[in-house]
């Protein structure tokens, strides 16, 4: 708080203003109190290893629809595909959108797309390369932000 009151353009709003833009941003998501920045590591190491997990288990068809920050020491939530895209891109997998479709295949599950299951492989595979456009533009950016991927 006493860095957004240091800013000019903040200031003339005044401390009840912020406060409550703040906590409206936070419950919609868009906005996470961070952690101080010692023990920062060490939180990201054990994030990174729950996350790990967490991808992991989402690929045998588990559902834990959570990430967690240790920039924050708190979850952010992932749907399923986003937690398979992250275990893709952990593993280097050269072809992403497929990665999905068989971790998916596997756990005998298929994608909705506008309440309509996706039945073929290719409907299935475009559907996730759709995913994966929105992923990089709004999703990834967060979890960089946050140290999860």
Known sequence: MRELLGQ?????LGFPEIRQGLVILTGQGTCHPCLPK????ER????????AA????????????????????????????SQLICLARQQKAKDVPDFVYRSLEQAGQRLLKENKTLETREETVAGIADTILRYNETFAPVLANLGIQ
């Not at 990201?44 to 996350?51: C, G, I, K, V």
């Open 44 to 51: 990201r190491a054990h994030a990174a290893h729950f996350n």
């Open 54 to 81: 967490v991808a992991g288990r989402s690929q045998d068809g588990e559902n834990v629809p959570y990430f967690a920050s240790g920039v924050t020491g708190g979850g952010l939530k992932a749907d399923r595909v």
């Open 8 to 12: 000019p353009e903040l200031a003339k």
């Open 38 to 41: 010692a023990g920062e590591a």
